[in-house]
């Protein structure tokens, strides 16, 4: 706003005013204009002075309302519109912008009835273009198309222009429809992503599920080598088991072989020690008994009583009759002669 600066001495007849670079001040006086500028600086009396301030700087104006869609649908658009004063003298003579020559505030609110045009026109612009397309198909074009609508119409639009009003920016932030619809919009999305989710879900337990079993099968598999390499082992063990035991009964076998065979030498040993002292005895007594077959029977007789001597216990006293021992002596007398002679003879 402009700066006023009253002097005590002076202030009944001359004020002095300063207003900004971004700011169009008109001073009329008698009903005539008299100044007329941006930042103007200058002394003035205020008995028979108005002055209007009319700002030259971008003004940013949001705006929040709702319209209808064709389908009867509440759709929320929520933006904001950038405007600026391009003729201030033209819209201090629509709207009053007058000052206080004392305070230098404005009497009126001009700029709150600038921004009810506009955002009274981006409204009818907004709802003109929305209540020919359904809720979908508003959703679907975006914040982008009704900025575009709201844009163009603004700058098109000739009560601005007479105003002298021109337009900077158009910028939308929302195209929204009521909550619960949003939600009930909003469901299927919701549970396609719900059934990706559950999908995922799915997939993941069934992959955890395929590798459990693939590890189960690994294990199964590990048992089962492992089995069947125990049965092997087994086999083996048995088999070395048995050979082991083939070969020591073998071993033994040969043992027997070799102790009968020892044994049945020894015997044969013995047996022919044996056939050979049988035939020495044989031999001895066929030869005693062809000598004793040559011999007179007083001989026998002789060699009958010495062998009878030798066998009989120890005799004390022999008693020989003339009777007995006579006819002994003729029989030894008597092969004792011949003997002789045929000793002789020979």
């Given at each position: 706003?402009?700066?006023?600066?009253?002097?005590?001495?002076?202030?009944?007849?001359?004020?002095?005013?300063?207003?900004?670079?971004?700011?169009?001040?008109?001073?009329?006086?008698n009903g005539?204009r008299?100044?007329?500028?941006?930042g103007?600086?200058?002394?003035?009396?205020?008995?028979?002075?108005?002055?209007?301030?009319?700002?030259?700087?971008d003004?940013?104006?949001?705006?929040?309302?709702?319209?209808?869609?064709?389908?009867f649908?509440?759709?929320?658009?929520?933006?904001?519109?950038?405007?600026?004063?391009?003729?201030?003298?033209?819209?201090?003579?629509?709207?009053?912008?007058?000052?206080d020559?004392?305070?230098?505030?404005?009497?009126?609110?001009?700029?709150?009835?600038?921004a009810?045009?506009?955002?009274?026109?981006?409204?009818?612009?907004?709802?003109?273009?929305?209540?020919?397309?359904?809720?979908?198909?508003a959703l679907?074009?975006?914040?982008?198309?009704?900025?575009?609508?709201?844009?163009?119409?603004?700058?098109?639009?000739?009560?601005?222009?007479?105003?002298?009003?021109?337009?900077?920016?158009?910028?939308?932030?929302?195209?929204a429809?009521?909550?619960?619809?949003?939600?009930?919009?909003?469901?299927?999305?919701?549970?396609?992503?719900?059934?990706?989710?559950?999908?995922?879900?799915?997939?993941?337990?069934?992959?955890a599920?395929?590798?459990?079993?693939a590890?189960?099968?690994?294990?199964?598999?590990?048992?089962?080598?492992?089995?069947?390499?125990?049965?092997?082992?087994?086999?083996?063990?048995?088999?070395?088991?048995?050979?082991?035991?083939?070969?020591a009964?073998?071993?033994?076998?040969?043992?027997?072989?070799?102790?009968?065979?020892?044994?049945?030498?020894?015997?044969?040993?013995?047996?022919?020690?044996?056939?050979?002292?049988?035939?020495?005895?044989?031999?001895?007594?066929?030869?005693?008994?062809?000598?004793?077959?040559?011999?007179?029977?007083?001989?026998?007789?002789?060699?009958?009583?010495?062998?009878?001597?030798?066998?009989?216990?120890a005799?004390?006293?022999?008693s020989?009759?003339?009777?007995?021992?006579?006819?002994?002596?003729?029989?030894?007398?008597?092969?004792?002669?011949?003997?002789?002679?045929?000793?002789?003879?020979?």
């Amino acid at each position: 706003m402009a700066e006023i600066r009253r002097i005590p001495i002076l202030s009944a007849f001359w004020r002095h005013l300063r207003a900004e670079p971004t700011a169009h001040v008109i001073l009329w006086r008698n009903g005539r204009r008299r100044a007329s500028g941006p930042g103007l600086a200058f002394w003035f009396r205020p008995l028979g002075a108005s002055i209007a301030e009319v700002p030259l700087d971008d003004r940013e104006q949001a705006f929040v309302f709702r319209v209808r869609s064709a389908d009867f649908q509440e759709i929320v658009v929520n933006g904001a519109v950038t405007w600026r004063v391009t003729e201030p003298e033209l819209v201090a003579s629509r709207i009053d912008f007058s000052i206080d020559t004392v305070k230098g505030s404005y009497h009126k609110d001009p700029l709150d009835r600038v921004a009810a045009v506009v955002t009274g026109l981006a409204q009818q612009l907004a709802a003109s273009f929305l209540v020919h397309a359904p809720l979908r198909e508003a959703l679907d074009s975006g914040s982008d198309g009704v900025r575009r609508v709201i844009h163009d119409g603004l700058v098109a639009d000739p009560t601005l222009g007479e105003l002298g009003i021109a337009i900077v920016a158009t910028s939308v932030a929302q195209v929204a429809p009521a909550p619960e619809v949003e939600k009930a919009l909003q469901m299927p999305t919701r549970e396609r992503i719900q059934q990706s989710a559950d999908q995922a879900t799915f997939e993941r337990r069934a992959l955890a599920v395929e590798k459990e079993r693939a590890i189960q099968e690994n294990e199964l598999q590990n048992q089962i080598e492992l089995a069947r390499r125990e049965e092997t082992l087994i086999a083996q063990r048995g088999q070395n088991e048995r050979k082991r035991a083939t070969e020591a009964a073998e071993s033994r076998r040969i043992e027997a072989e070799g102790a009968a065979g020892v044994v049945r030498l020894d015997a044969e040993a013995q047996a022919e020690k044996v056939r050979l002292l049988e035939e020495a005895k044989v031999g001895g007594e066929r030869a005693r008994m062809d000598i004793y077959r040559d011999l007179p029977p007083e001989a026998l007789l002789g060699l009958a009583a010495r062998e009878l001597a030798g066998n009989l216990p120890a005799i004390e006293h022999l008693s020989l009759s003339p009777d007995i021992l006579g006819p002994l002596v003729q029989r030894a007398l008597g092969a004792g002669a011949r003997r002789l002679e045929e000793g002789g003879a020979k």
